[in-house]
T-cell receptor, first 111, second 109 residues
Framework: NAGVTQTPKFRILKIGQSMTLQCTQD?????MYWYRQDPGMGLKLIYY???????DKGEVPNGYNVSRSTTEDFPLRLELAAPSQTSVYFC??????????FGPGTRLTVL | GQQVMQIPQYQHVQEGEDFTTYCNSS?????IQWYKQRPGGHPVFLIQ?????EVKKQKRLTFQFGEAKKNSSLHITATQTTDVGTYFC?????????FGAGTILRVKS
């Protein structure tokens, strides 16, 4: 099992550009999450999903969108990138509300 | 919104010394989870505590959940250089985890 995979690993965007962060898991988990981690800070929940076709907002959803058309994939879309979105983005999945498995992260810089 | 406070923010210990990080919530938690993140890495699950007053051990790590299910602690006995990293607690509120800001542990050899 590859676990949770994320692409790309690194990306630099210009202000106003858009991009999609990809996340795939092969553990057949129903629950998937997107977090952002700013330097020296904890993880802030952006969006989460409890199954295909179901998504909901977390603590910091503004400027982001998600979709969940399959159990495996949970892409995160950034529209009109802003410097405040410079962060490390982690995708995670879990079987239920317990142990979350994290991907390796995407380091995004918006200039 | 729900908040989980974690202290200290940072601790630098000599190898062999003990280390403790504390986590507090203003409201009762369903459960609390602990994660470790190595520098440059991603969070890795350590343990989940569910019951009031629960104590669990993993080798040199001891985890406690308070009687009121509002606080928790992680204690490392005789730290080693491999313990370096950031330790996060995460409280479950409904169907979401709220992470503390983490405690950064540095170990001098």
């Amino acid at each position: 099992n590859a676990g949770v995979t994320q692409t790309p690993k690194f990306r630099i965007l210009k202000i106003g550009q858009s991009m999609t962060l990809q996340c795939t898991q092969d553990m057949n988990h129903n629950y998937m999450y997107w977090y952002r981690q700013d330097p020296g800070m904890g993880l802030k929940l952006i969006y989460y999903s409890v199954g295909a076709g179901i998504t909901d907002k977390g603590e910091v959803p503004n400027g982001y969108n998600v979709s969940r058309s399959t159990t495996e994939d949970f892409p995160l879309r950034l529209e009109l990138a802003a410097p405040s979105q410079t962060s490390v983005y982690f995708c995670a999945s879990s079987y239920t509300y317990n142990e979350q498995f994290f991907g390796p992260g995407t380091r995004l810089t918006v200039l | 919104g729900q908040q989980v406070m974690q202290i200290p923010q940072y601790q630098h210990v000599q190898e062999g010394e003990d280390f403790t990080t504390y986590c507090n919530s203003s409201t009762t938690l369903s459960n609390i989870q602990w994660y470790k993140q190595r520098p440059g890495g991603h969070p890795v699950f350590l343990i989940q505590l569910v019951k009031s007053g629960e104590v669990k051990k993993q080798k040199r790590l001891t985890f406690q959940f308070g009687e009121a299910k509002k606080n928790s602690s992680l204690h490392i006995t005789a730290t080693q250089t491999t313990d370096v990293g950031t330790y996060f607690c995460a409280g479950e509120y409904g169907n979401k985890l709220v992470f503390g800001a983490g405690t950064i542990l540095r170990v001098k050899s």
